[in-house]
């Protein structure tokens, strides 16, 4: 009887002991599922950024999206921390991993860039290269011409793209790898077009002595002879091609022969719809005149004494008339800046001081739908309250402008005392959240060499590979509709 006890204890110990295993066992099973869940159902962006990062592919990084952070699909390459510490103890730097990931099969946008004269495009910043030197050196800072000051540099675009894509293939050069050049047209998803349409028409487009024809005009006919004259161009009649054109006089003589194009411009206040449209072309913000405010100086709701401010040219035409009518409506309301100004007599920077210190920015129609001031106001935190029932804002895809902004209808912002309660009606919290908003996003805006992750130069590649993944999209919804309809 004793020895069928001692049995039974010990097949009881033994099935515990069993049973202990078997749970280690499902723990470390369940721990090994939850390190590599979900793999099949990533898009095949998240599985380039999984491969770039060697993060966990069910990291709380790539599972969970913030309010601040872009969906999956544009989520911006980022080296995880274990990534950088391993390849600071083996003696690289961070900056050498980066640009080992900047190669056309992990890149989200492949360009392929003309070769065109330097006349079109560092030439007219008086630039000369040595002996058949089509390009500046972009490693070297001091070979690199700077772009005109003033209101030239707003509309500078096409600068910074050009700037991006030629460091791309630069090892001494760290950047984002949203674009990379590649050396193939037939690899590229883009073909881009180097001319400097803005600086050619605000440096360039006045006739010089007994001239027929200006050198911005002539430059467009050659462009256009150029490009109708490539096998790229005739591939796909224009319609893979990427040409800047923000300033809104640029391209004047050229816009209609290129129109199948992709433009990057700052507005379709002067295009007609079968020219320039939503459905093909990208907005690109200004690059802001005033000084960008540190989120650390930048003052909260009761150290800004003005509630609405705007400095700028009042008497405009067309949809700008509106200025006028607010001017009188607002021009002896106490605590409104509404004055004439310009960049003369250091008007810039009394500008941004006045925004700076201002709770609302006004950003009314001009010439254009658009306006640098809208620009100046994400730089200068100032709530931006758009008054232009025709803008097109850049992102907008991505970025909800009513977390950081207000829109007002041009009618109702001149009826008498509309604006001013509707301003004063909005309290110090939802103005505070605002604030918060625009000093998250306000990177967004920024032109910079080299370009860094999210900023403006990044965004606009992104911009150009969603529009280009969306007309794809629908092109092959089109062509499977009819095989899709034969098992229905």
């Not at 073909?191 to 349409?197: A, K, N, Q, T, W």
């Not at 006089?249 to 939503?278: M, T, W």
Request: overall charge positive; aromatic content about 10%; proline content about 5%.
């Amino acid at each position: 009887m004793s020895s069928m006890s001692e049995k039974s204890l010990v097949l009881s110990r033994f099935l515990s002991c069993l049973i202990a295993i078997s749970v280690f066992l499902l723990f470390l099973s369940s721990f090994s599922l939850i390190e590599f869940c979900g793999s099949s159902f990533k898009s095949s962006s998240n599985l380039q950024s999984i491969l770039v990062n060697s993060e966990p592919i069910c990291s709380k990084t790539n599972l969970v999206i913030s309010e601040n952070s872009f969906p999956p699909e544009i989520q911006i390459e980022k080296p995880s921390e274990a990534l950088v510490s391993a390849k600071k103890a083996d003696g690289l730097g961070y900056e050498n991993e980066k640009q080992k990931m900047c190669d056309p099969s992990r890149a989200l946008l492949r360009v392929y860039m003309y070769d065109l004269p330097p006349e079109f495009h560092f030439g007219l910043l008086h630039w000369r290269g040595g002996e058949n030197q089509i390009w500046p050196d972009v490693s070297n800072p001091s070979q690199i011409p700077s772009y005109p000051g003033g209101l030239n540099l707003q509309h500078s675009i096409e600068y910074w793209l050009t700037l991006d894509l030629l460091a791309s293939n630069n090892l001494n050069v760290v950047r984002p790898c949203s674009a990379v050049r590649v050396e193939n047209s037939s690899e590229a998803d883009i073909v881009y077009v180097p001319f400097f349409s803005s600086l050619s028409y605000n440096r360039y487009s006045k006739l010089q002595g007994k001239d027929r024809f200006s050198l911005n005009r002539m430059l467009q006919d050659k462009l256009i002879e150029f490009l109708k004259g490539r096998d790229e161009w005739k591939r796909f009649g224009g319609k893979d091609h990427l040409i800047v054109a923000h300033h809104p006089n640029s391209l004047l003589a050229a816009r209609r022969k290129l129109g199948s194009s992709r433009f990057v411009l700052a507005d379709f206040g002067r295009y007609p719809p079968s020219i320039a449209n939503p459905d093909k072309d990208i907005i690109a913000p200004y690059k802001h005149m005033v000084r960008t405010i540190s989120a650390n100086n930048s003052l909260p709701f009761e150290k800004r004494p003005t509630l609405a401010f705007f400095q700028g040219a009042i008497y405009r035409k067309a949809g700008g008339m509106i200025r006028q009518e607010l001017y009188y409506l607002l021009k002896n309301e106490k605590d409104v800046h509404f004055t004439f100004g310009s960049v003369r007599s250091n008007g810039i920077s009394q500008a941004g001081r006045g925004m700076a210190s201002s709770k609302f920015c006004l950003n009314i129609a001009g010439d254009t739908p658009s306006s640098n001031r809208l620009f100046d106001s994400v730089a200068s935190h100032c709530v931006p309250v758009i008054i232009s029932d025709e803008i097109e804002v850049p992102y907008k895809d991505v970025l909800d402008y009513s977390e950081f902004s207000i829109f007002v209808r041009g009618s109702d912002a001149v009826k008498k005392g509309y604006l001013l309660n509707l301003l004063r009606g909005i309290k110090r919290e939802k103005w505070t959240k605002m604030w918060e908003r625009l000093k998250e996003i306000g990177k967004h805006y920024e032109y910079q060499y080299p370009s860094q992750p999210g900023d403006a130069v990044d965004m606009i590649w992104q911009a150009v590979s969603r529009k280009i993944s969306s007309v794809r999209l629908i092109n092959n919804h089109r062509k499977d509709r009819y095989s899709r309809s034969l098992f229905t």
